[in-house]
């Protein structure tokens, strides 16, 4: 089993800043895909940024430019800093992964963290 762990969220004014991290551990024998998804009050869940094993990035529109992703391969972690914080920004944020559990089987599943909420006040 793997569990992602999610930490950094908080209430922060408009035009702040605040950098999530997110840390998997259990089973893993590579993890691929890394990425960080919000969900607003009323909204369905949406990508905000995901990385690959080989660092290739990609962004929502909404948040290119002011957000960035990175991970950290060896510690299985993946951090979103996140720059010039706008109201519409509030939302649960998630992380996500997938997730190669053996070297014996190809099998790549699907991890969610719990949520970290982010809160930007105007």
């Known amino acids: 089993q793997v569990q992602l762990v999610e930490s950094g969220g908080g209430l922060v004014q408009a035009g702040g800043s605040l950098r999530l991290s997110c840390a998997a551990s259990?089973?893993?024998?590579?993890?691929?895909?890394m990425g960080w998804y919000r969900q607003a009050p009323g909204k369905q869940r949406e990508l905000v940024a995901r990385?690959?094993?080989?660092?290739?990035?990609n962004y929502a529109d909404s948040v290119e430019g002011r957000f960035t992703i990175s991970r950290d391969n060896a510690k299985n972690t993946v951090l979103l800093q996140m720059i010039d914080l706008k109201v519409e920004d509030t939302a649960v944020y998630y992380c996500?992964?997938?997730?190669?559990?053996?070297?014996?089987?190809?099998?790549?599943?699907?991890?969610w963290g719990q949520g970290t909420q982010v809160t930007v006040s105007s």
């Open positions: 996500n992964a997938a997730i190669r559990g053996s070297m014996w089987s190809p099998t790549v599943l699907d991890y």
């Open positions: 259990g089973n893993i024998f590579r993890a691929n895909v």
């Open positions: 990385i690959t094993s080989g660092g290739s990035t």
